[in-house]
T-cell receptor, first 116, second 116 residues
Framework: AQSVTQPDIHITVSEGASLELRCNYS??????LFWYVQSPGQGLQLLLK??????LVQGIKGFEAEFKRSQSSFNLRKPSVHWSDAAEYFC??????????????FGRGTQLTVWP | GAGVSQSPSNKVTEKGKDVELRCDPI?????LYWYRQSLGQGLEFLIY????????KSGLPSDRFSAERTGGSVSTLTIQRTQQEDSAVYLC??????????????FGPGTRLLVL
């Protein structure tokens, strides 16, 4: 069965520091992977997505993520965090076929706190 | 145009009452999804619409939950005889599948439901 794991429930970084949020997935075929961000009281905003091709994908707000098939990972990175990046981040998996095609499977989320 | 909109933004109801939640997708988006976000379960898929039909309703937690979509646009999620465990944020998303269903889902701000 497919699943997504975000090992870190809460991460705290200082403003200007680099950031890496971890995401591991379980799926037998090529996955479609997404990172969404949710600010308090807001819906989910797409940061970036991986469907195929280049394994390093660029997103909005200076975020990037790297797909590593051998590690079943899709970690999110940012070289320098801004205070406005404080939010909850969700990694999601879309399966590539079958009756559940299109359904997103989400990790439990990582809450990011940014210290000034 | 405008993004996905949902109403009401907040709903407080008494146990046993019925509630209706509304989703207005992005214009032209034929695919529509409902998800539920709760503290205990995280983000869970509920149902998927393609046009007015629902090929995947496997995520609905019980027969108290139903959804419909009319005119290929607005969707209503109905919860009958609400229970306290139904308290959650209900998120709607839409997408415009060009090649199957592997397309980005755009989320609304959600409806926060509290069952007393």
């Amino acid at each position: 069965a497919q699943s997504v794991t975000q090992p870190d429930i809460h991460i705290t970084v200082s403003e200007g520091a680099s950031l890496e949020l971890r995401c591991n997935y379980s799926y037998g075929a090529t996955p479609y992977l997404f990172w969404y961000v949710q600010s308090p009281g807001q819906g989910l905003q797409l940061l970036l997505k991986y469907f195929s091709g280049d394994t390093l994908v660029q997103g909005i707000k200076g975020f990037e993520a790297e797909f590593k098939r051998s590690q079943s990972s899709f970690n999110l990175r940012k070289p320098s965090v801004h205070w406005s990046d404080a939010a909850e981040y969700f990694c999601a998996l879309m399966v590539g076929g079958g009756s559940t095609l299109g359904r997103l499977y989400f990790g439990r989320g990582t809450q990011l706190t940014v210290w000034p | 145009g405008a993004g996905v909109s949902q109403s009401p933004s907040n709903k407080v109801t008494e146990k046993g009452k019925d509630v209706e939640l509304r989703c207005d997708p992005i214009s032209g988006h034929t695919a529509l999804y409902w998800y539920r976000q709760s503290l205990g379960q995280g983000l869970e898929f509920l149902i998927y619409f393609q046009g007015n039909s629902a090929p995947d309703k496997s995520g609905l937690p019980s027969d108290r939950f139903s959804a419909e979509r009319t005119g290929g646009s607005v969707s209503t999620l109905t919860i009958q005889r609400t229970q306290q465990e139904d308290s959650a944020v209900y998120l709607c998303a839409s997408s415009h599948p060009l090649t199957g269903r592997q397309e980005t889902q755009y989320f609304g701000p959600g409806t926060r439901l509290l069952v007393l």
